[in-house]
């Protein structure tokens, strides 16, 4: 069965070569840009594969369903564009009999990387991801942030691994995250109640030491100790963020009756 691959971009000229590199077994490539303007539309459209489409964006889980309704196949890769088929991930694939009868999707550990340093504890490996699917049966989760595949059928393990640059530096850490906070503060705002500030320290603690302890971040060396600091910042900042929401909204709200 033929197989396309689908891709969701925005400015990543930096990354997007190699990825498509990486999918030269696939049928069919499908790209949905959400405007980017650097060069990525412009790489994308060097490869034969590719089939390139400009789309607003509307959130990690719509866009990549609406990557999926491009395709013109029934299965679907989805890769995202800092990420690159390893060659055993390759070879995992395409020994596969895909069909409507089997499993629904496939899962595939990720080879996370912070800047040069592949991160195999600290809980970025092995991290699983359900990429590989028949979109009759399986759709992604429709979340604007941290969006997840929703199957109705079995699914199976693959050998190999996707290989994920994650972030570059510290810098580019904290730049993606003050985006997840601000997606993850929109939407949560909308279902839960604020979160006492004593409770929230709490919390970004207890990140850190999951991380470092529990998940053996510490086997990481200071890869490991910076990124339970990282992530224990993040937790501070996207709950601080949901309260502001909160707040705000409780205050327009009280204005309005007013």
Known sequence: MKLSATIITYNEEHNIKACLESLFFVDEIVVVDSGSTDQTEAICRSFAQVCFYHQPWLGFGKQKNAAAAYATHDWILNIDADER???ALRQSICSLSLSS??????RMARENYFGAVWVRHSGWYPDFNARLYDKGRCSFSERAVHESLVCSGELVTLAGNLIHKS???VADFIDRQQRYAA???EEQALVRRPISYPVLVLKSAFTFIKMYLFRRGFLDGATGFLLAVLYSHYTFTKY?????????KAQRGGDNAG
């Open 101 to 106: 009868e089997g499993p629904a999707a496939f």
């Open 85 to 87: 088929v390893s060659d």
């Open 183 to 185: 997606l993850f503060a």
């Open 167 to 169: 972030y570059r530096d």
């Open 240 to 248: 601080a963020r949901m309260n502001d929401r909160i707040c705000s």
